[in-house]
């Protein structure tokens, strides 16, 4: 007992070594929970940072997908005539389908079918023995073969009439008769007031005439 109560100073230092080495010696395990916790809060964090990435991406996409949707306008010998939703890529063969596809009285050859459609086109599919298609696409109002202005038809000469597609000489002639003794065509429907000018001639000359 002397020797415990000479010596305790000593024996509190070496027990407090071996406290320590021990400690030191299992810390890591004990932290090894706290670390893994950690990793999965991180894991966590990107995992939501990914998800909203797909939300943000999925949300472009959807916007471009309506930026690309066009409205097309079919005339002619097509089984329902009107107005089609249409997107970036498809043909004019893809249109005329949703149109009910072609009459039996229908030109197929008359028409170029693998052209892509853009956005507020006309597309007039022609009757046999008519002469051409008419397509004319938004901005600039051309047909396949031409890329010429609209016509004023209250303000053109015989020359410039006949270029529209069905109208010859005596047409062109009673056209300009008809605005000379009416004041002028008040819109472009009034052009079927022409004797020969039907609804389905004025289908073709629609895309190019104008009043103003």
Known sequence: MDWLRKNRKFIFI????LLFLVLY???PILMQPNEEEDYIQQDDLFAGSSVEETAIDG?????GLQDKLLIVDVKGAVKNPGVYEATEGD?????????????????????????????EMIIYVPYIGEEDSIISESGN???LSSDEELININKASETELTELPGVGPSKAAAII????????FSTK?????????GEKTYEKLEAFITIK
């Open 177 to 184: 008769e008809y605005r000379e003794q009416n004041g002028g």
């Open 59 to 63: 949300n472009s996409v959807e916007e």
């Open 25 to 27: 010696h299992y810390s």
């Open 91 to 119: 043909r004019v063969n893809d249109i005329i389908k949703k149109a009910g596809g072609m009459l039996d009285k229908g030109e197929k050859n008359g028409v170029n079918l693998a052209m892509k459609v853009t956005d």
């Open 141 to 143: 109002q051309t047909s």
């Open 189 to 197: 429907e009034d052009i079927k007031n022409i004797s020969g000018i």
């Open 14 to 17: 070496v027990l407090g070594c």
